[in-house]
């Protein structure tokens, strides 16, 4: 099997830091040839670690190199612009999150894809972290019977919760209830770089077409980890026949259903294998009365920390899409319905708690707030896909 040639764009930001050490194991899989920045010295000193070519521009980028793949992850409002002309190029794309940040440029990435015949994968990674392919499995099984509710408190918000939601609930969504609140926080800095002068608080509410609901509460400064805030999340998702609360899962034996019904928790185990000195991920096991369920890390060949297979996860995704022609395993269509998800929670709760139906079919005041803002930042529209290249890897 022949490698593919790939190249990172984006490399100061931090999902950029954090793919290239995988990228860097997949060497079955993958020739590292180039990292893009606009910093300089952040292109010259990643690409000098990694033994790649370094670029200040995608335009540079794309003349000089022979690419079949492109890892972007630079800032959310480049997404569209890099991605489009990625595609145009003829090189298939895995985007980071979220796919882009309004459903009009999301379409136009979907649509420069689809026209160039080109696979466009987006780096959604919670769902892939070991826990949850393992909890998903569970839920497959049949272990806590069918979904009816998920709780996520404190946990992963935005986009990457509407992901979960919607994974959780096995079904469509059907509507969305945002309540949303605006306080003041000293100044701070979280661990990302990011400066913080408010708190975006938000509770969304979620009905699924399968008669599923979540629950989700986000904020920024809870997403930050910072000023102690998200230290005691709540995850539990409920079932008809038991729940699973964080990695417990609750059972109850046939012979207690009519005496009180109290479950039994199960905590999964894990085994590792010692690889030259490290402790590689093996399997995630649970073992009940009357069935075993089983998560095996199909990754573990590479030799990789556990908090880096759902990186790795992704970017295998993309190359066998591209090398078997086949449809990525997320895929754009599924990044763009959790943004829809994640933009309607916003929109309700612009409109006062206003129920937001799905689809949404037209322009939401968030999306437009979102395109005025950005136009108004880099004096072009958002739909400038040639503006916005030159806007985020100017020419020197």
Same mark, same amino acid.
Request: hydrophobic share 35%; with cysteine.
């Given at each position: 099997?022949? #490698? %593919?040639? &790939? !190249?990172?764009?984006?490399?100061?930001?931090?999902?950029?830091?954090?793919?290239?050490? =995988? /990228?860097?194991?997949?060497?079955?899989?993958?020739?590292?040839?180039?990292?893009?920045?606009?910093?300089?010295?952040?292109?010259?000193?990643?690409?000098?670690?990694?033994?790649?070519?370094?670029?200040?521009?995608?335009?540079?980028?794309?003349?000089?190199?022979?690419?079949?793949?492109?890892?972007?992850?630079?800032?959310?409002?480049?997404?569209?612009?890099?991605?489009?002309?990625?595609?145009?190029?003829?090189?298939?794309?895995?985007?980071?999150?979220?796919?882009?940040?309004?459903?009009?440029?999301?379409?136009?990435?979907?649509?420069?894809?689809?026209?160039?015949?080109? #696979? %466009?994968? &987006? !780096?959604?990674?919670?769902?892939?972290?070991?826990?949850?392919?393992?909890?998903?499995? =569970? /839920?497959?099984?049949?272990?806590?019977?069918?979904?009816?509710?998920?709780?996520?408190?404190?946990?992963?918000?935005?986009?990457?919760?509407?992901?979960?939601?919607?994974?959780?609930?096995?079904?469509?969504?059907?509507?969305?209830?945002?309540?949303?609140?605006?306080?003041?926080?000293?100044?701070?800095?979280?661990?990302?770089?990011?400066?913080?002068?408010?708190?975006?608080?938000?509770?969304?509410?979620?009905?699924?077409?399968?008669?599923?609901?979540?629950?989700?509460?986000?904020?920024?400064?809870?997403?930050?980890?910072?000023?102690?805030?998200?230290?005691?999340?709540?995850?539990?998702?409920?079932?008809?026949?038991?729940?699973?609360?964080?990695?417990?899962?609750?059972?109850?034996?046939?012979?207690?259903?009519?005496?009180?019904?109290?479950?039994?928790?199960?905590?999964?185990?894990?085994?590792?294998?010692?690889?030259?000195?490290?402790?590689?991920?093996?399997?995630?096991?649970?073992?009940?009365?009357?069935?075993?369920?089983?998560?095996?890390?199909?990754?573990?060949?590479?030799?990789?920390?556990?908090?880096?297979?759902?990186?790795?996860?992704?970017?295998?995704?993309?190359?066998?899409?591209?090398?078997?022609?086949?449809?990525?395993?997320?895929?754009?269509?599924?990044?763009?319905?959790?943004?829809?998800?994640?933009?309607?929670?916003?929109?309700?709760?612009?409109?006062?708690?206003?129920?937001?139906?799905?689809?949404?079919?037209?322009?939401?005041?968030?999306?437009?707030?979102?395109?005025?803002?950005?136009?108004?930042?880099?004096?072009?529209?958002?739909?400038?896909?040639?503006?916005?290249?030159?806007?985020?890897?100017?020419?020197?």
């Amino acid at each position: 099997m022949s #490698k %593919l040639n &790939i !190249a990172l764009v984006g490399a100061g930001r931090r999902g950029g830091g954090a793919h290239l050490p =995988v /990228i860097a194991k997949l060497k079955d899989i993958y020739n590292l040839v180039a990292i893009c920045d606009i910093d300089e010295e952040v292109a010259t000193r990643y690409a000098k670690e990694y033994g790649a070519n370094p670029y200040t521009n995608v335009r540079d980028l794309v003349d000089h190199e022979n690419l079949d793949v492109v890892d972007i992850t630079v800032p959310g409002v480049a997404h569209h612009a890099i991605a489009c002309f990625m595609a145009d190029a003829g090189i298939h794309i895995l985007c980071e999150t979220p796919i882009a940040v309004t459903l009009p440029t999301t379409d136009l990435m979907i649509e420069r894809a689809k026209a160039n015949n080109v #696979k %466009l994968e &987006i !780096a959604e990674n919670y769902y892939r972290v070991p826990r949850e392919r393992f909890l998903s499995k =569970v /839920i497959e099984a049949g272990v806590i019977g069918d979904v009816a509710r998920i709780y996520r408190i404190f946990h992963e918000g935005g986009y990457h919760g509407m992901s979960m939601l919607r994974l959780r609930a096995g079904g469509e969504p059907k509507s969305a209830l945002g309540i949303t609140q605006t306080t003041p926080v000293i100044p701070i800095i979280d661990r990302m770089k990011r400066n913080h002068t408010s708190e975006r608080w938000s509770l969304g509410f979620i009905e699924f077409d399968n008669n599923a609901t979540a629950l989700m509460v986000y904020s920024n400064v809870i997403h930050a980890r910072s000023l102690g805030r998200g230290q005691t999340g709540i995850s539990q998702i409920d079932g008809s026949k038991g729940t699973i609360v964080g990695e417990d899962i609750y059972v109850t034996p046939a012979d207690q259903l009519e005496s009180g019904a109290r479950g039994i928790a199960y905590r999964p185990k894990r085994t590792t294998i010692d690889m030259d000195g490290l402790d590689v991920l093996e399997t995630i096991l649970l073992e009940l009365p009357d069935q075993t369920v089983t998560w095996e890390n199909p990754l573990k060949n590479y030799r990789l920390p556990e908090g880096r297979l759902a990186v790795a996860d992704e970017l295998l995704s993309i190359a066998t899409a591209i090398l078997n022609d086949t449809e990525p395993e997320y895929g754009a269509a599924r990044g763009r319905q959790d943004q829809e998800m994640n933009i309607a929670m916003s929109e309700s709760g612009k409109r006062s708690k206003e129920t937001i139906n799905f689809p949404l079919t037209e322009l939401t005041e968030t999306e437009r707030s979102s395109h005025e803002s950005y136009e108004k930042k880099y004096g072009h529209p958002i739909e400038d896909i040639e503006a916005g290249i030159d806007t985020f890897f100017p020419r020197h």
